[in-house]
């Protein structure tokens, strides 16, 4: 079988190379998927450019979650059956063929295609965890959104507007700016146009302020997201594509906003039973029609410039490589 597979740490296009591998069987409590689609993340890029938070482990293959259709289950495994429909959490998902956990795999209902449910574990279970875990989103509450045409932010509009608030979103240039009114968010924001976006926020608050930022940018972005607090809000830090910035206290203090961390990895490994109730959650929403994931597909030949594609933050929506 064949997957991309990277050696040496470095740019996605320079770096990662289709190889012949190994073929896999599944061990004990395992599955065999054929893979249909693999969603792709940032954090797939930080881990090729040996950037991310936990070092990489050469020879390393991207891709942290698949949907595909089970070949093979390993011993004791009875609750998912060859030749069903799935989607899972599996690592090195950027390849024909993967090992899952059955535990962390999950029938995929007829509804949802195979390039749609790629798209939906990381950016959407984050995004689920983040908004109602840790940000306690209300209906009718305001939640503001940036980098909102990505993959996270596009599931942050979507279950912003299924919880019941309205969204301002926050994105750059035209084509960014139309999804997300395409997605349903109700007040636009194209930061290539208004570089100082906070007197646009103030305005469509009528200077409240925002009681829940969902903030996957950080950087200088950050502290335009916190002048956009208003009292007792929510601040979600999510990620920082451009960079970790210094937090100034008093202003939190004076405005009586919470800065959240935003783990939702990490919340896995603590409550491992938590990700079963946020993909039924999840996938249901998707089979009804509520959450639709815009998805940016590329071949399977394509896939190491499909992920420096994102490297280089010309995505849109959520990057899937479909199955060789």
């Known amino acids: 079988m064949r997957a991309w597979r ?21 061990g004990p409590g395992q599955v065999l998927i054929d893979v249909a689609a693999t969603g792709l993340t940032f954090p797939d890029v930080l881990m090729c450019q040996g950037r991310y938070q936990m070092p990489t482990q050469v020879p390393y293959t991207p891709g942290g979650e698949v949907s595909g259709t089970v070949a093979a289950v390993g011993e004791g495994v009875s609750s998912i059956a060859v030749g069903e429909r799935v989607v899972s959490m599996s690592g090195k998902g ?132 916190r002048r956009c607090m208003g009292w007792g809000g929510r601040l979600l830090v999510i990620g920082f594509v451009e960079g970790i910035p210094d937090t100034p206290v008093n202003h939190v203090l004076l405005k009586s906003y919470s800065i959240v961390g935003v783990y939702w990895g990490e919340s896995l490994a603590r409550f491992p039973g938590s990700l079963d109730g946020q993909m039924q959650a999840l996938l249901a929403l998707t089979a009804s029609g509520a959450i639709d994931p815009p998805v940016q597909t590329y071949d399977f030949a394509d896939g190491a410039k499909a992920l420096q594609q994102l490297a280089d933050r010309g995505v849109v929506g959520k990057l899937v490589v479909r199955g060789a």
């Open 6 to 26: 990277l050696h040496e740490l470095g740019e996605p296009a320079e770096k990662l190379h289709l190889e012949e591998v190994d073929e896999l069987r599944p």
């Open 94 to 225: 950027l390849a024909e063929r993967v090992i899952a956990n059955a535990a962390i795999t999950f029938r995929l209902p007829d509804e949802v295609a195979f390039e749609k449910a790629a798209a939906l574990i990381v950016n959407y279970g984050t995004t689920f965890y983040a908004l109602h875990t840790r940000g306690q989103l209300a209906e009718g509450e305001t939640l503001l959104v940036t980098g909102a045409a990505g993959g996270t932010g596009t599931a942050a509009i979507q279950l912003g507007l299924a919880a019941g608030a309205r969204v301002v979103a926050v994105a750059g240039g035209d084509e960014k700016a139309a999804l997300c009114r395409a997605l349903g968010a109700h007040v636009v924001i194209d930061h290539r146009r208004e570089p100082d976006w906070v007197d646009a926020v103030k305005a469509a608050t009528d200077g409240k302020g925002v009681d829940v930022a969902y903030d996957p940018v950080g950087g200088d972005t950050f502290h335009k997201v």
